[in-house]
């Protein structure tokens, strides 16, 4: 029932926190009175951050991000507690920072970066046993799952890097010193096809966009825009239509490259979806996770899109990198951990008004017509089969 639904009881918990702060506030000290105003928030660290990689975001939604990044020291605590190999204080490595480090760049994608820091974490090791640098790149995948729980395509990345890693032939009949130089440089391979997957997936998508076509896209994703910039590139005339995708107008980011290509773009509201569909001829998504089932996670409104299409008879392609297929297998929405985000309506919201700050929806493989990776064009359907070659 609705009132159990996670958004519901989240939301509650939430107002009952401001409330017993107002309540408790003139009993406070000055100092104590003035921290506990600040606003209290339980948004994932993923979208606390995020306003780094955004042109577009709103003076709300940063300083909502940075009460909730004030509001939970543990989080930099358990950031700083990760050290690699001996326990030396003056030469500590985290993996998290490294992590955040390689982020920083904006065309590398954070299942990527997850997988450079954890080439890092292989570099950096003083371990003396191939037991004991496994157990430490099992400790360094924890750390980056945890600073994001609710990140599918870290997960995702973190699990496959260390199936590819630590599934090398003969290591037992070498010494350790060879073994780690073979890991490191499976590692450094695997990093070096990840970067080289959204490239691959761009030249296959080329057969399908033609002269003349109209793509609607939803949210912002790097390797769709790869895709249409290839498009452009190779002197194919067509015009795209951007959601706008609120609330953080991840669409409004995706026009404006767009334009710099001089590709004809159309700005709509995520409601005027249905409208517009009639001028479509394909949709065109990116995706957090691709799931075994062989449905998408991606950002909230690309399952109603993908309703809207399959009642017009218009495909649906998604463009997704094989380190985002997730071991996972959702029957709905509900099933998923809860990605939060901060929104921003500009105006005030009646605290008794319940607000569904869901980042992401699930979508089932019967409305998707085919999966464009780095692995092949798959369809729905041979996704769980690839799954269980990456994680033979």
Known sequence: MWYRSASFVLDKNLRQQNNDTVTNLDSLPLSTASTAAEPISDISM????????????????????????????????????????????????????????????????????AIRALASVIRSSQAKTMMEL??????????????DTTSISLAAGCDLFMRYVIRTSALEYEDFNSAKSRLLERAE?????????????????????????????????????????????????????????????????????????????????????????????????GADGVVESGGIINMIGTYQIALVARSMNVPVYVAAESYKFARLYPLDQKDMAPALRPIDFGVPIPS?????RSARDYTPPQFLTLLFTDLGVLTPSVVSDELIQLYL
């Open 46 to 113: 993923y979208y606390q951050t995020r306003a780094a990689h955004h042109g577009v975001v709103t003076s709300d939604w940063l300083a909502q991000a940075q009460a909730a990044v004030v509001g939970h020291p543990e989080d930099s605590a358990s950031e700083s507690n990760y050290v690699s190999g001996v326990e030396d204080e003056s030469k500590a490595f985290s993996v998290v920072d490294e992590f955040n480090n390689w982020r920083k760049q904006p065309e590398l994608a954070e299942a990527v970066a």
């Open 134 to 147: 496994e157990i430490e790149l099992k400790k360094s995948c924890d750390s980056l799952k945890s600073w």
């Open 189 to 285: 391979k695997f990093g070096e096809i990840s970067c080289k997957a959204r490239r691959i997936i761009a030249m296959l998508c080329q057969d399908f966009i033609f002269d003349g076509c109209t793509v609607l896209v939803h949210g912002f994703s790097r390797v769709v825009l790869e895709a249409l910039r290839t498009a452009a590139q190779n002197n194919k005339l067509f015009r795209v239509l951007c959601t706008e995708g609120r609330p953080d107008r991840a669409g409004l980011r995706l026009s404006n490259e767009l334009v710099k290509l001089d590709v004809p773009v159309k700005l709509l509201i995520d409601s005027a979806v249905a409208y517009s569909m009639d001028e479509v001829d394909m949709v065109f998504v």
């Open 352 to 356: 008794k008004v319940e607000v569904e």
